[in-house]
């Protein structure tokens, strides 16, 4: 068994910072892909940002320039640096991870969410 354990989200004024965490934990052999998602209110849930094993990197074009995405391999664990946040960040944020299990068999995992409100 996965799981995904995100933190960091809060309250932050406009124009502040924000760090999330994401630890995978359990029967892991290995991790893909990994990626932050958002869901507002009244909206479908959107990719933020994602991360492969090598390093490379996507974002979606409304964080660009003001998001980055990282991950400690080593550690199973994601991050995502949010800068500059506007209102409209406002969302639960999500970690998932494309998982390689120890039964060799692949998984798509899903965290609990994390709230992240932007508001002054």
């Known amino acids: 068994q996965v799981q995904l354990v995100e933190s960091g989200g809060g309250l932050v004024q406009p124009g502040g910072s924000l760090r999330l965490s994401c630890a995978a934990s359990g029967t892991i052999f290995s991790i893909n892909i990994m990626g932050w998602y958002r869901q507002a209110p009244g909206k479908e849930r959107e990719l933020v940002a994602g991360?492969?094993?090598?390093?490379?990197?996507n974002y979606a074009d409304s964080v660009k320039g003001r998001f980055t995405i990282s991950r400690d391999n080593a550690k199973n664990t994601m991050f995502l640096q949010m800068n500059t946040l506007k209102p409209e960040d406002t969302a639960i944020y999500y970690c998932?991870?494309?998982?390689?299990?120890?039964?060799?068999?692949?998984?798509?995992?899903w965290g609990q969410g994390t709230q992240v409100t932007v508001s002054s």
């Open positions: 991360i492969a094993s090598d390093g490379s990197t």
């Open positions: 998932n991870a494309w998982i390689i299990t120890t039964r060799g068999t692949p998984e798509s995992s």
